[in-house]
C-alpha cells in the first residue's frame, strides 16, 4: 500500500530516493561498470582495514580490556576525536538542507507540511551521519567483537545517539546563525564552524602532544599518566559514552535517552521555523547583489592577468569550496608548531614535517586545479572569448601555484630559520608534488560545474588514484631526502611513473 501524500512515510520515502540517486551518481558518475569496480576497489580496502584493526588492537585485548581509569581515557579521547567529525559533517548537511536542495521551492509552495518536510530531512541528516561514522569504525568494532566478545556490539547503538546529538547540535548552530547573522551570512559562518569543529579539536589534540610530548600521535595524550591522573574518576557521567560503547546496557540507555531526545526536541522546537528558513535561503540567488563601485580606478591589465583575478574571485566567493580547502589548510598548524617547538634542533622533526607539508601541497593543488580548470561554470563564455586556449589554461594553472605558493610560504619562511637545508627539500617537493597534481587535472579535464566539487572524483577514477598516488609517493621522497638517504632517488623514479602512467591513461585532444 502506497503512502499517502505529504506524510511522514511519503516524505521518508522522497529521501530515500533522493539520497539513493546522489549516492549512486556520486560513486558511479552514471556508468555501471565504474560501480561495479568500485565496489570491488571498496571490498579490498575494508578488508585490509579489517586487517590492520587487528593488528593494533590484538595486544590491547590479549592483555584485557578492563573499565579502568587508562582504558575509559583512551576509548574517551578517541571517541571525541571521532564525534567531532560527526558534528562537522552534520553541520555542513544540515545547512545543505536549506541551501543546497533544488526541490524546495516546489515543495514548499505545495500545501504540504514544512514541519514533516524538516523533521524527516533532520532524522535523514542524522541517519546519514550514523550510517558514515559506523562504516568508518566498523573496522574496529568488529575486530573487538572477534577478539572480545559480542558486548562490542553496543558500541554501535553507541555511535547512533552520538550521531543523533550531532544532528540536533547542528540544526541549533544553523537556526541560531539565521537569527543572528541573517541567510546571507549564515552559509558562509556555517561552512567555517564545520571545518574548525571538524579539525579544531583533532588539532588541539595533536598540538597538545607536540606541546608535551614531541610527537604527533593524538594518543599519546591520552595514555600519558599525567593525563589520566588528571581525570575525574570512574563513576564520573563523563564516562558514560565510553561504559555504552563497551557494553553496559545501563549507560547505552541513558547516552541514547540523551542523543534521540535532544534530536526530538530541537526538531520540535525548530521545525516551524524552517519554510521561512528556507525561503530566506533559496531567494537569495534572486536578489540583485547592490555592491558599492569599486574605489580603484580602471587599470588596463593583460589577459592572464584578468583571469587569475577571476579564479581568485570566484574561490573566494563561494563558501562551499571554502570549507573544503579551509581544513586542509588548518592541517598545516601542527607541523607548523612542531617547527616552532624543534627550532634550531637539527634532529629534530623534520622526517615528519616534511612529508606532512608536501602531501598538503599536493592534495590542495589538486582541488584546486580542478576547479580552476574543469569545474568551470562559464566554460561557453571562456571558450568563445578572444583569448588563446593555451592563455586561459596558463593563468588558471598560475592562479592555483600561486595559492600554493602563499599557503606554505610561512612554513617554509619558518623551516628555512631553523634548517635552509630542508626548506630547500620541502620547497622542491611540494612545487614537484603540486605540478604533478595540476597536470593530471589538467590531461584529464572535463568540463563540469564547481558544485560538482564533492563529485570531482567520478570524472575519471584513474586521475583520483594517481593524483593521491603521486602525492604519497612525493611525500616519501621528502621525507627519505630529509633523513639524508639515497632512497630518495628510487621514491622519486616511482612518483616520476605514477605521472607518466596518468599521462599514458588520459584521453587523447
Known amino acids: 500500500m502506497s503512502a499517502a501524500p505529504a506524510s511522514l512515510s511519503w516524505f521518508a520515502r522522497h529521501e530515500i530516493n533522493l539520497a539513493w540517486r546522489e549516492g549512486i ?8 561498470t565504474r560501480g561495479i569496480v568500485l565496489a570491488a576497489v571498496l571490498g579490498v580496502v575494508y578488508v585490509l582495514l579489517h586487517l590492520m584493526a587487528y593488528t593494533i588492537l ?5 592483555r584485557g580490556i578492563t573499565p579502568d581509569k587508562p582504558t575509559l581515557v583512551l576509548l574517551t579521547g578517541g571517541g571525541l576525536l571521532f564525534w567531532s567529525v560527526m558534528l562537522s559533517q552534520a553541520l555542513e548537511s544540515v545547512t545543505r538542507v536549506y541551501y543546497a536542495r533544488s526541490d524546495l521551492d516546489l515543495i514548499l509552495s505545495s500545501p504540504a507540511s514544512s514541519r514533516r518536510l524538516f523533521a524527516v530531512r533532520t532524522a535523514a541528516v542524522a541517519l546519514s551521519t550514523v550510517v558514515l561514522s559506523c562504516l568508518l569504525a566498523s573496522p574496529m568494532i568488529n575486530t573487538l567483537i572477534v577478539l572480545d566478545g559480542p558486548k562490542w ?8 545517539a552520538l550521531g543523533a546529538l550531532s544532528a540536533a547540535i547542528a540544526v541549533a548552530i544553523t537556526i541560531a546563525l539565521f537569527r543572528t547573522v541573517g541567510p546571507k551570512r549564515t552559509r558562509l559562518i556555517a561552512q567555517i564552524v564545520a571545518a574548525l569543529v571538524g579539525a579544531g579539536f583533532v588539532i588541539g589534540i595533536q598540538a597538545a602532544a607536540i606541546l608535551y610530548y614531541g610527537s604527533f600521535s593524538r594518543f599519546s595524550l591520552f595514555e600519558s599518566a599525567a593525563v589520566i591522573s588528571a581525570a575525574p574518576g570512574v563513576d564520573n557521567p563523563l564516562w558514560l559514552p565510553a561504559r555504552a560503547g563497551m557494553g553496559d546496557f545501563t549507560a547505552l540507555a541513558i547516552v541514547a535517552l540523551l542523543g534521540f531526545g535532544a534530536l526530538a526536541l530541537t526538531i520540535a522546537a525548530t521545525a516551524s521555523s524552517y519554510g521561512r528558513h528556507a525561503i530566506s535561503a533559496t531567494g537569495l540567488s534572486h536578489i540583485r547583489n547592490r555592491r558599492k563601485p569599486a574605489a580603484q580606478p580602471f587599470r588596463t591589465r593583460s589577459q592572464r592577468a584578468v583571469l587569475r583575478a577571476k579564479e581568485w574571485r570566484l574561490l573566494q566567493r563561494d563558501p562551499w569550496l571554502l570549507s573544503q580547502t579551509l581544513m586542509q589548510m588548518l592541517y598545516l598548524l601542527p607541523p607548523a608548531l612542531m617547527l616552532w617547538i624543534n627550532y634550531g ?3 629534530g622533526a623534520y622526517v615528519v614535517v616534511v612529508p606532512v607539508l608536501v602531501m598538503a601541497a599536493g592534495q590542495l593543488a589538486g582541488g584546486l586545479a580542478w576547479l580552476a ?3 568551470e561554470d562559464a566554460h561557453d563564455l571562456v571558450a568563445t572569448a578572444p583569448v588563446a586556449p593555451r592563455a586561459v589554461l596558463t593563468a588558471k594553472i598560475e592562479a592555483v601555484l600561486v595559492i600554493i605558493a602563499l599557503v606554505l610560504a610561512p612554513l617554509l619562511l619558518m623551516l628555512a630559520l631553523s634548517s635552509p637545508q630542508m626548506a630547500l627539500v620541502t620547497a622542491a617537493c611540494a612545487a614537484i608534488a603540486a605540478s604533478s597534481a595540476t597536470a593530471i587535472q589538467l590531461w584529464f579535464r572535463v568540463p563540469a560545474k564547481r558544485s560538482m566539487f564533492r563529485r570531482r572524483q567520478v570524472a575519471s577514477r584513474a586521475a583520483t588514484l594517481t593524483e593521491a598516488f603521486a602525492s604519497i609517493l612525493w611525500a616519501g621522497t621528502g621525507a627519505i631526502w630529509a633523513a639524508g638517504s639515497w632512497l630518495a632517488v628510487g621514491t622519486a623514479i616511482m612518483a616520476l611513473g605514477v605521472v607518466g602512467l596518468a599521462r599514458l591513461l588520459a584521453p587523447r585532444r
Open 345 to 347: 634542533d637539527r634532529a
Open 25 to 32: 551518481a556520486m560513486m558511479t558518475g552514471g556508468r555501471r
Open 373 to 375: 580548470i574543469s569545474g
Open 153 to 160: 556490539l553496543a558500541a554501535y547503538g553507541t555511535l547512533a
Open 58 to 62: 590484538a595486544p590491547w585485548v590479549a
